[in-house]
């Protein structure tokens, strides 16, 4: 049933393009930003940029509808702007304040926003697989149409509890995307090195699922793959699994120095792969816009990200008594 399709240019409006452009330099700008702020102290415990890898999320929320769901791992930022909440909000999470997502108590790894139908950030290595698999049970249980997208990474398509979903996905005919975000390094072993089934999307076809491998630095190409992806689950054929070929730029997380790469295979990716540059350039060669229309959407964004760091430095630690609430015991 596994099936790989070829990519063509999709047909795509300036309009839209323009959004992509916008919405993936406000997660390289944010993240940035992020990075900055953790060096100053500011930023706790753990911090998992997405830098690189906008193209991936950005690309699959342009088909996500209203009331379809998300639920990711711990690289996580991406995902939240991606779906619309709001920058203010979540970096004053990532400080641990009283304005965030999860009132100051989840920091980087931990955010959720029923509104917005994201349902974390998760920081056990696959933990959010089966979890995704349970969000679209219940879409398919209420028979309202609706798609959850299940965001891995290639780390986590190793484990055990990934085939266990995949199979009751499959027997049960969940309407659920797994998307496999394939950043080749997992924590910091390449792929080569830790399977021998380099593509990870075939692993599907035991369990009789669709998918197909997309390439991730393509914001176009992503969402031409998340429009199938999505068709064959609302049409009640399914899940399907889209593995998504990424990069990321900085290490695992913030504390991670990245030597199991060279410098000049990062360089090149950026030069030649940059997700955010070949919009920008489709953009420009179509006349869709020009540098300075550019700049401005720069510019726009900037302020954006640094009205969510003064929000953040501004708001509140959370009360002590903080601590007794949302608890189960």
Not at 53 to 81: C, F, N, P
Request: charged share 30%; net charge negative.
């Amino acid at each position: 049933m596994a099936a790989r399709k070829s990519a063509k240019k999709p047909n795509v409006s300036a309009e839209e393009l323009t959004k992509y452009y916008r919405d993936m330099l406000l997660i390289r700008r944010f993240e940035e930003k992020s990075g900055q702020l953790y060096g100053m102290g500011l930023i706790g415990g753990f911090c998992h940029l997405y830098i690189g890898q906008e193209a991936v999320v950005v690309g699959l929320e342009a088909v996500a509808e209203e009331g379809d769901k998300r639920i990711t791992s711990y690289r996580d930022h991406g995902h939240m702007l991606a779906c619309g909440m709001d920058p203010d909000g979540v970096m004053a999470e990532l400080t641990g304040r009283e304005g965030g997502y999860s009132k100051g108590k989840g920091g980087s790894m931990h955010m959720f926003s029923k509104e917005k139908h994201f349902y974390g950030g998760h920081g056990i290595v696959g933990a959010q697989v089966p979890l995704g698999a349970g969000l679209a049970f219940s879409d398919k249980y209420k028979g309202n149409d609706r798609v959850t997208f299940t965001y891995f990474g290639d780390g986590a398509a190793n484990q055990g509890q990934v085939y266990e979903t995949y199979n009751m996905a499959q027997l049960w005919d969940l309407p659920v995307v797994f998307v496999i975000e394939n950043n080749q390094y997992a924590m910091g072993t390449s792929v080569q090195r830790s399977t021998k089934s380099p593509a990870l999307w075939k692993r599907g076809e035991a369990y009789g699922i669709a998918g197909e491998e997309v390439d991730g630095m393509n914001v176009l190409s992503v969402k031409e793959a998340g429009e199938r992806a999505v068709a064959h689950c609302r049409a009640g054929k399914g899940p399907y699994i889209l593995e998504v070929k990424t990069y990321r730029y900085r290490g695992h997380s913030m504390s991670d120095p990245a030597k199991y790469r060279t410098r000049e295979e990062v360089q090149k990716m950026r030069e030649e792969r940059d997700p955010i540059e070949q919009v920008r350039e489709m953009l420009l060669t179509g006349g869709h816009a020009s540098e300075d229309d550019l700049k401005a959407i720069d510019k726009e964004i900037k302020e954006i990200v640094n009205k969510s760091a003064e929000f953040a430095k501004e708001s509140p630690e959370p009360a002590l008594d903080e601590l007794w609430t949302d608890i189960y015991a």
